[in-house]
């Protein structure tokens, strides 16, 4: 069975720093490209990062490029996002998403770790 | 920037057929998906690449692309459809969503 856990999430003040984590099991974690995506309370999807499984191909939403760096580990089956600089609207529920393909539609999809930026 | 519009709400009634759409210039050139959410769930992809039905979800989900225009089709609509439906494509290297829109079964 396809498993996708987050965590890392919690309170972070404005200007400080999380890293999320997402553990990947019951599928050959290095030969699918993954996703972070979030959605802010109330509000609707918005789509974060893009890592393909080397690593070499990485994409970023604007709102996030220069302060979040996505990453992962294959031999520990596991993504990452590194959340620097939050801002108060970096609040929200984020998810890990499997890719099915290369750029292609989102299979699997984590239960989310929820993250306030807040003073 | 690439957008997609979709209603904010569409209301059924029980039984019957809930059309939602999703619009853009040329979306009719893109793989377009679907997403579920149920409250307090993570999404599930209901309809890939235009038209394709993931294994598990019932045939009374279907969905068309062309033009300027994705539509998800959601036939004899039961209680449980009652959801936010996302659609998504990828376009110049970033992943775009629509805004969701609110499906009520009456």
């Known amino acids: 069975e396809v498993q996708l856990v987050e965590s890392g999430g919690g309170l972070a003040q404005p200007g400080g720093s999380l890293r999320l984590s997402c553990a990947a099991s019951?599928?050959?974690?290095?030969?699918?490209?993954m996703n972070w995506v979030r959605q802010a309370p109330g509000k609707g999807l918005e789509w974060v990062s893009y890592?393909?499984?080397?690593?070499?191909?990485?994409y970023y939403a604007d709102s996030v490029k220069g302060r979040f760096t996505v990453s992962r580990d294959n031999a520990k089956n596991s993504l990452y996002l590194q959340m620097n600089s939050l801002r108060a609207e970096d609040t929200a529920v984020y998810y890990c998403?499997?890719?099915?393909?290369?750029?292609?539609?989102?299979?699997?999809w984590g239960q989310g770790t929820l993250v306030t930026v807040s003073s | 920037s690439y957008e997609l519009t979709q209603p904010l709400s569409v209301s059924v009634a029980l039984g019957q057929t809930a059309r939602i759409t999703c619009g853009e210039d040329?979306?009719?050139?893109?793989?377009v998906h679907w997403y579920q959410q149920r409250p307090g769930q993570s999404p599930i992809l209901v309809i890939s690449?235009?038209?394709g039905r993931p294994s598990g979800i019932p045939e009374r989900f279907s969905g068309s692309n062309s033009g300027n225009m994705a539509t998800l089709t959601i036939s004899s609509a039961q209680a449980g459809d009652e959801a936010d439906y996302y659609c998504?494509?990828?376009?110049?290297?970033?992943?775009?969503f629509g805004g969701g829109t609110k499906l009520t079964v009456l």
């Open positions: 690449r235009d038209s």
């Open positions: 019951g599928f050959t974690f290095s030969t699918y490209n």
């Open positions: 890592i393909n499984t080397r690593s070499n191909v990485i």
């Open positions: 998403a499997r890719d099915r393909l290369q750029l292609d539609y989102f299979d699997y």
């Open positions: 998504q494509v990828w376009d110049s290297s970033t992943v775009v």
């Open positions: 040329n979306i009719g050139t893109k793989n």
